[in-house]
Nanobody, 131 residues
Framework: QVQLVESGGGSVQAGGSLRLSCAAS????????MGWFRQVPGKEREGVAC???????????VYADSVKGRFTISQEKDKSTVYLQMNILKPADTAIYYC?????????????????????WGQGTQVTVSS
């Protein structure tokens, strides 16, 4: 079992930045993929960023088209914390953001952006971007 705890959400004006953190109860190298997802009321959970994380390193990060060039997924040196750096935030980025992990291989490219493939989830953190 893996516990994931997100933090770093908040309110920011358009154009601003936030960094979300996901603290895992065990190092990310024990998880094959880590991902960030977001959800707004009435909509399905959307994949934002994900990465292949075998052996404690991030390989082949993948981003949704809507955040490419603005968001970056990374991990802490101790391999237990994964981050989502969000720059040039837009009102459309307003959502609850979730960290997720899975211990099996999901495939290459955008295959890791599917929420249904992840079996460990955090409780979520709210991000609100005002215009």
């Amino acid at each position: 079992q893996v516990q994931l705890v997100e933090s770093g959400g908040g309110s920011v004006q358009a154009g601003g930045s936030l960094r979300l953190s996901c603290a895992a109860s065990r190092p990310s190298y024990s998880m094959t993929f880590m991902g960030w997802f977001r959800q707004v009321p009435g909509k399905e959970r959307e994949g934002v960023a994900c990465a292949y994380t075998p052996g404690g390193s991030i390989y082949e990060p993948v981003y949704a088209d809507s955040v490419k060039g603005r968001f970056t997924i990374s991990q802490e040196k101790d391999k237990s914390t994964v981050y989502l750096q969000m720059n040039i935030l837009k009102p459309a980025d307003t959502a609850i953001y979730y960290c997720a992990a899975v211990g099996r291989y999901l495939g290459v490219g955008p295959a890791c952006l599917k929420a249904a493939d992840y079996n460990y989830w955090g409780q979520g953190t709210q991000v609100t971007v005002s215009s």
